[in-house]
Every structure is written in C-alpha cells, then in structure tokens.
C-alpha cells in the first residue's frame, strides 16, 4: 500500500478532503463540548439560590425569581381558554348545565353556585366570589375552607396550629390568606424537595399504619396533590378538624361504611328530609382503583409533565387537563395519533356523562317525591329505610360526579358506581310508589319544572339576586379591607385578582 504522502502528491483533492473533514471533526467535537459545558452551567444555575426562600414564604413571586421557568409556566394557570369536551380551563356553571343538581343539594351551599375549578392562581378571587362563601349578611363557613386554597395556609398553621385554625371562621381569615395555591404548598424551600404542608393526609395515613416518610419519590408526585384533590369532612361541630375518610379504603363503598358508621352528616336535605352527605374532590381515591395508579404512573406525570428550555429539563407547572398537551403527557407512553388518544379519552367520558345524568334525573325525582309523601301523610318508620337509598345513591353518584376529569381517572370504577348510584335511586323511587298506594296519593305525582337553574332555584326557595348582592357588598368593602391588610403587612403581591 502507498504512503499516504505519495497518494495526496499524485491526487491533490485527496489532500484537500481529509483537511476539509479534519476541520469539521473539530467543529462538531468543539459545539459538542460547548453544549455540554453549556448545559452543564444551566444545570448548576439553576440549583443555586438568587434570593434565599424563607421557611413559610407564601408568595409565589419570591420563589419565582429563584426558579424562573417553573414561575413563568405556573401563571399559565390563569389561562383559562383551553376547553375539553368535557372541561379544560374554561369557566362551567354546572347548575346551569345539569339544574337537577340545585334541586340535590336543596339546603345545602352547593345549590347556590358551583362552577368548575380555574387554574390554580385563581384560587383566592374565585372562593371570595362564590355564594357559597356567603356575603356580608350570611358567611357561615369556617376557616377550614381556606385549607386547599393557598400557600398562606402553612404559615397561618404553623403560627397558630391546625386545630386553632380550623376553629376560626372563614372571614376571621381573609387579609391573612391572600397568595393563591402554589410554590410552598409542594415544596420545601431549602431543598426543593416534595414535602406535604396539610396535615389531613399524614394524619390519614397514620391511621392506616403508614408513615409519609416511607413514600417513594414517585408517589410523592401523586401525594402532594393528594393533600387537597380528595374526599375530606370537617370533624367536630365546634373543631371543624379537616379529616379523610380513609380508615376503611378509598372506595365509595368503604367512604361510604365509614360514615354510615360514625353517624355523619354533612346535611339534611331541606326537601326530602334525607340525611346527606356531599362529595368533595375524590380525584386521588378514584385514580387510586384505575389502572394508571397500578402501573405507578403519577398525577405530576400527566398534569405537569417534564420540559425542556436550553439545557434544563424542568417540570412543567401549567398544571392543566393532559388532552391540551398530547405531545408531552399520553404520547410518552402510547404511540397512537393525538386525535385517536383524544377520542379514546371522550368515548370512556360519554359514557360516563350518560349513565351520570341517569343518576342525576333519578335522584332529583326522589328527592322530590319523597317531599310529596312526607306533605301527605308518611312516617318515619315508612321513610326511613328510603332515606338510606338516597342519602347513598346520591354519595356514589357525587363520588364520581364531583371528581375532575369526567370519571376518566378509572373509568370503569366510575361506570361501576354510577350503576350502583341509578340502582339505588330507583329502589328508593319503587318503595316511595309503595307509601303512595298506601296513602292514596295518586301516582306519578307531577313533577316541578326544574329544566334551568334559575327555576330550580326558585323551587327550593333561594333569592339568588338577595345572595348575590350581599356577596357583591362583602367584595366591594370587606374584601378591599383584606388587600390593603395584606400589601401593609407583606408589600408585594401577585396579580391573583387577574381575570
């Protein structure tokens, strides 16, 4: 074989490739290296402190000149444009969507206003305005509603203790909770790791023989939002201590055993005269029966899921339905298209919404006809056993209804329950025919127009404009108080009253 000297003399062009390669060789190795480096110097910036955060630091905006790209996404959630089939971030009044619901929750708060939740930095503005808070006149809600609802609820509880704080009413509290849900809610601020600030879910698992120490990483991506998207009851009628329902399970069935068994109430039903009791947000018990839960996937993984900006991969905190980020949730494990994902997604909802609306129209029926029999003539012996039927008809129906997501978390436990629900809600309606025959009552009865909320609500006896007013005068003068309070004892604050 020739020198490669002989080769480039005889060829020239030989010559000129191996320098023409050399040279880009060098350049790739070179941008190679730069990027690492690069990235590398990213990652480093990013774990060091511009400011240091102290240990109960509400406000969002400090922890975001810390963490900039995890800030800028979190103030996303003020977005609410994106809208689902069934939901997204756009503002549902559900009374008005489904009216069946006022006439359920007859007697109780949730007939007034109840619209589906906004972003996180929405927190604060939306329980300020909504009726169920109540006005300047009727605000009968303790302090333990602000629990889920903002970073200075860690703080408050550790100035003053948990049980101290959930004695107080909720407008004792107004110009000390001002920072909507956010950084220090998740987060400790030295080490940035997950920790859990509500004392409710460790105290559940202590009771279940569980220390929150003991929890993987991974499940502590489920567990911080478990602190607050979940079943919960207030405890005591003076205490009012916020407590989980877990003793028995997370189940409907096992919630359900559990408070059938301490005798609790959330309400008595102002028509039907049923014991009642009134779902929260079980989002965590009923991903806990699907199979995302079993194949340890977490709630992070599909409603925050991992970015990447420069050479930073960071989480991103627009903490939103998973369907208006394909790409970045559903794709990383199934390789379908999008639109196949998505329709996958509505076909297991509609079916849902179907069988729930089933419920609802059953349920509202009974509520109503039972009122009838009680006006003419039924005793207590008679209606008992079908207060029951309805107090848990209405349970297993509000354990899915009031979940986020339509049911999608373990759709086939919510088909499961919702039939339950339908089952026991027409039980209650054959026995309630059975007292009518007994009373000469003819049957069916007629039943109320109840096709919008407005007639809804003016069947059960709300004035909705009375409510309304008072709501506005508690926001135009007590609530003006409560900011000028707040800017006084901390300076800055972040844009929560954005619309």
Known sequence: MKPISDIIKQKPWVGWGLFLATVVLVFLIGLFASSIIERRSESVYTLQMVKPINDWEPRNEIWGENFPREY?????????????????????????????LVVMWAGYAFSKEYNQGRGHAHAINDIRKILRTGGTQESPQPATCWTCKSTDVPRLMN???????????????????VNPIGCQDCHDPKTM?????????????QRRGKDINSFTRQEMRSLVCAQCHVEYYFKGKEEKYLTFPWDKGFSADEMEVYYDNMDFTDWTHKLSRAPMLKAQHPDYELFMTGIHAKRGVACADCHMPYKSEGGVKFTDHHIQSPLANVANTCQVCHRQETQTLMQDVYERQDRIEELRRIAEKTIAAAHIEAKTAWDTGATEDEMKPILKLIRHAQWRWDWVAAANGMGFHAPVEALRVLGTSIQKGEEARRMLAVVFIKHNVKYPIQMPDISTKKKAQEYIGLEIDKLRKDKDELLKTVVVKWDEEAKERQGTLIDYKAK
């Open 159 to 177: 100035e003053m203790g948990a049980t101290n704080f959930y004695k107080k009413k909720w407008k004792d509290l107004g110009a000390e909770v």
């Open 193 to 205: 790791n997950l920790r859990i600030t509500r004392p409710a879910l460790i105290e559940a698992f």
């Open 72 to 100: 800028e996404t979190y103030k996303n959630t003020l977005d609410t444009n994106y809208a689902s089939k069934h939901g997204g971030a756009v503002m549902i009044d559900y009374l008005e969507k489904y009216p069946e």
